[in-house]
Every structure is written in C-alpha cells, then in structure tokens.
Nanobody
Framework: QVQLVESGGGLVQAGGSLRLSCVAS????????MGWFRQGLGKEREFVAG????????YYHDSVKGRFTISRDNTENTVYLQMNSLHAGDTAIYYC???????????????????WGQGTQVTVSS
C-alpha cells in the first residue's frame, strides 16, 4: 500500500509559477511510475505529466509541454511538478498517482494507476 500526499497548490496570477510536491509512503518508490493528473470543475481527470520509476523517461500532455516539468527524487520518495507560465486554463485540482504497471516507462493511462493522493487545488487568476 502506498499513501500519497500532495502539497504546493494555491492561488497565482496568470504568468506565474508553482511547484507541486507529492510525497509517497512505503518502500520501493523507484518501482512505481508516477504521474500528475488534473481535474477541472465539471471535467474528467486528465493526464498532465508522467515519469518512469528510474526517472529516465518523461512525457507531457501537449497543453503543458514547454511549461511544466516533472521530476522525482527517489531518495526522498518525492515527485515534483514545476509549473511555469500558468494561465486560467490550468486551474484544477491536481492529483499525483502511482502505478505498478511499469517501472521503466511512463504510464499515461488513468486506469493504470493504483494509488492516488487527495489532490491540491491550483487556481490561476487572469
């Protein structure tokens, strides 16, 4: 069992930046592919960014490429999402997830994630 706790959300003006963190409990953190997803009001949860267990591979939704960066520190059981050039369309609850599907690839499918955090709200004012 893995417990995930996100932090770092908040209110930011358009053009600003935020850094989200997700700390995982338990062992073998490096065996999990990790991902960030978001869910806007009235919308489905969507993939934002993912990273392989060994941190070699990353993948981003087209809407955040060049603005967001996912990274992880396996010694600290933590995955990060650096978000720059934020705009109103990025407003959502952001969730991190852990997937046992593969440790060597990025996992983008929402249904392939086994564990989720409680989410952190990101609000971008225009």
């Amino acid at each position: 069992q893995v417990q995930l706790v996100e932090s770092g959300g908040g209110l930011v003006q358009a053009g600003g930046s935020l850094r989200l963190s997700c700390v995982a409990s338990g062992r073998a953190f490096s065996s999990y592919a990790m991902g960030w997803f978001r869910q806007g009001l009235g919308k489905e949860r969507e993939f934002v960014a993912g990273i392989s267990g060994d941190a070699v591979a990353t993948y981003y939704h087209d809407s955040v490429k060049g603005r967001f960066t996912i990274s992880r520190d396996n010694t600290e059981n933590t995955v990060y999402l650096q978000m720059n050039s934020l705009h109103a369309g990025d407003t959502a609850i952001y969730y991190c997830g852990a997937s046992t599907f593969s440790s060597h690839t990025v996992v983008a499918g929402k249904g392939l994630y086994d564990f989720w955090g409680q989410g952190t709200q990101v609000t971008v004012s225009s």
